[in-house]
Structures are given as structure tokens and as C-alpha cells.
């Protein structure tokens, strides 16, 4: 039986305390969130240890697992104390709020022999894993991608990294993962169309995205934070002899509710995954996409 630790406890973190708890070799034995009232609640529900003290959990040596689920802000802070600890680690995405770190992260990594894993769970949603397999072996054209969220909470996007790496991640790594393949080119439409509440605190809320791979597919990915319809995600793929919708492989039932409803077993299935795998999960293809969520954002300074 694998212990675990879940560190940060809203909605994605309560998610991966029910992942653990749901998973058979795995146990939830304690979590830890900055607002000790929060720990102290969600511990009687879920039946495990909490602390006020990070590092008595740390110190722990059975507790083998730890998964990030704090702000992007304070990742680089929870990898490098759990690597001095030997921990396992599944991060949330982004890895980091700085690619400044990138390199370290990805040295202390290699050099520990620590197992990593970063949550790119849209991998595992069921109608992405759908359209990946029909694509397969077909020669794509163009890819569209669509993610709208409605009324998205400022001061959570910037402690998460803003638009692009935020919402971003998933999304450049989804266009990566589908089309097999790295951008070359870059156009980024943001500043004109985001609007001024999103602006002033030097983040966006909308975006439109070209993107040109290096095996000649083409990406349009449209952002929106402020969507009045609601929730709304979308991947189109085209051929020359085909067309796809992943609305089609989705279920019907919560194709417009929120990530943590519509996407709830892709996080189970990527945990799922990590604990079986003897090696890193998904961190190389998290780096790449770290730098392409980067160039995005500089793009869509410099407008
Ligand atoms: N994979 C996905 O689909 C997905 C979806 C949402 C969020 N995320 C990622 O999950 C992470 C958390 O995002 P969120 O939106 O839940 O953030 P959030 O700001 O709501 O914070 C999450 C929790 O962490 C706690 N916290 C804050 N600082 C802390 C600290 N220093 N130590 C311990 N706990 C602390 C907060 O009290 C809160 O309960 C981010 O990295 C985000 O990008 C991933």
C-alpha cells in the first residue's frame, strides 16, 4: 500500500484525496492545506491525519507519495523540499510559475532518482483518448480547439499562472499530444479582445491562438474566461477525408458543467497511471509545454 499526502485542498485537491482514497494499492493518510480550519474539516471526512506542520508530515517516512495540489506559486517550494525527502511527487499543472526553475527542477529530479509525475489529465478525458485513437495513423490538417469558462476568478488565474499557463497548459499540450508534433510558428491575438479587469492586474481573459507545427499541421485554439454561455470545450480535427468532433465521444450529461464534474476521471486515471508506472509520467512533454504557455504570454505582451 502506497501512504499519501495531498497538499492543497480545493476543488482539485479534494478530487485527488478521492482518487487515493478510490485507487487499490494506494492509502490517503494525511493532507495539508495553508488554512488549518479547511485540513481540520476535510480530515474527519476523509478519515486521515492532518497537521499545522508541514514538516512533520515530511519527515514521515512511510508517507511515500505526496501530490501538489496547492497554487502554482508555491509548487517550486513543495518539489524541492519533497525531492530533499525522496518523495514521489504528482504535480499539478504547470510545474512551476517560473520556467526560470525549470532546469533545476528537472536536475534534482534526474539526479535524486525521484519518481514525478505532472497532472496533464486532459490526456485521460474520454473523448480526447476517443479522438486520439481514431486519428491515429490518419495525416491531420487542422486542429481547432475551444475552451471557454464563464466568469473565472481573477486573483485565482494569477495565482495559477494567468490565461496562458493556466488554461493555456492543457490545451498546448492536448494540440502536442494530438497532432504528434511541436509548434514552429506562433500568433497570438490577446490584448485587443481581453477585457479591462483582467488587464489591470496584467493578465488576460481572451485569446486566439495560430499556431504551425513542424509537421505542417495547423492549430487554432480560442480562450475565454468571461463566457456568457457557461462552459464550453471543444477539439475539432480535420483531414483530408475526415472530420471529428470530440463532442460526439463526450458524455452529454456534463458537457457544459466545469473541469471537476466533466473531466472528474481523467485525474483518477492519470494518478492511476503514475502509480503503476515505475518511471517519470508526462514531466518531459510538461517542459515543452511550460515553454510554448511561456512564448504564448510573451506574444501576447508584446501586441
Ligand atoms: N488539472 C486540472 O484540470 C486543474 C484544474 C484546476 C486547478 N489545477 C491546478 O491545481 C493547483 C491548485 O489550483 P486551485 O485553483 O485549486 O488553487 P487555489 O488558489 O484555490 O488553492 C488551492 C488550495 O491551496 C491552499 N493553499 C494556498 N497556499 C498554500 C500553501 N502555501 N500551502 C498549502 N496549501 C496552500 C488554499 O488554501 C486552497 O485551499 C494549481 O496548480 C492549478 O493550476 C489543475
New binding site residues.
Given amino acids: 500500500m502506497i501512504k499519501s499526502c495531498v497538499?492543497?485542498?480545493?476543488?482539485?485537491?479534494v478530487i485527488h484525496c478521492e482518487s487515493l482514497l478510490k485507487l487499490k494499492n494506494t492509502s490517503l493518510n494525511y493532507i495539508?492545506?495553508?488554512?488549518y480550519n479547511?485540513s481540520k474539516r476535510l480530515s474527519k471526512k476523509f478519515k486521515c491525519n492532518t497537521s499545522r506542520d508541514f514538516n512533520s508530515i515530511l519527515k514521515k517516512k512511510d508517507i511515500e507519495l505526496f501530490v501538489i495540489?496547492?497554487?502554482?506559486t508555491?509548487?517550486n517550494?513543495y518539489i524541492k523540499k519533497l525531492i530533499k525527502f525522496k518523495k514521489r511527487i504528482y504535480c499539478?499543472?504547470?510545474i512551476t510559475n517560473n520556467n526560470k526553475n525549470l532546469n533545476k527542477i528537472k536536475n534534482l529530479i534526474k539526479k535524486h532518482k525521484i519518481k514525478f509525475c505532472v497532472?496533464l489529465?486532459?490526456r485521460f478525458a474520454k473523448e480526447y483518448v476517443a479522438l486520439k485513437k481514431k486519428v491515429y495513423k490518419k495525416k491531420i490538417n487542422y486542429i481547432q480547439i475551444v475552451s471557454r469558462s464563464a466568469n473565472h476568478n481573477i486573483d485565482?488565474s494569477i495565482?495559477?499562472?494567468g490565461l496562458f499557463f493556466?488554461k493555456g497548459f492543457?490545451f498546448f499540450d492536448l494540440a502536442c499530444w494530438l497532432s504528434n508534433s511541436k509548434p514552429e510558428k506562433m500568433i497570438v491575438i490577446s490584448k485587443s479582445i481581453s477585457s479591462e479587469d483582467f488587464l489591470s492586474k496584467g493578465d488576460f481573459s481572451d485569446a486566439v491562438i495560430n499556431l504551425k507545427f513542424r509537421n505542417g499541421i495547423v492549430v487554432e485554439i480560442v480562450f475565454s474566461r468571461k463566457c456568457r454561455l457557461g462552459n464550453f470545450e471543444k477539439i475539432k480535427v480535420r483531414g483530408e477525408k475526415f472530420s471529428l468532433d470530440s463532442d460526439k465521444f463526450s458524455d452529454k450529461k456534463t458537457l457544459y458543467d466545469d473541469?471537476s464534474v466533466r473531466?472528474r476521471t481523467s485525474?483518477l486515471n492519470c494518478l492511476k497511471k503514475f502509480i503503476k508506472s515505475r518511471n517519470n509520467l508526462l514531466m518531459n512533454e510538461a517542459i515543452l509545454t511550460q515553454k510554448i504557455c511561456a512564448e504564448a504570454l510573451k506574444k501576447a505582451r508584446h501586441q
Avoid: C, M, W
Wanted: charge should be positive; hydrophobic fraction near 25%; avoid cysteine.
Fill in positions: 497538499i492543497g485542498l480545493s476543488k482539485v485537491g495539508f492545506d495553508k488554512n479547511l495540489a496547492s497554487p502554482t508555491t509548487h517550494f499539478e499543472k504547470p497532472g489529465n486532459r485565482l495565482r495559477n499562472g493556466d492543457h473541469f473531466h485525474y
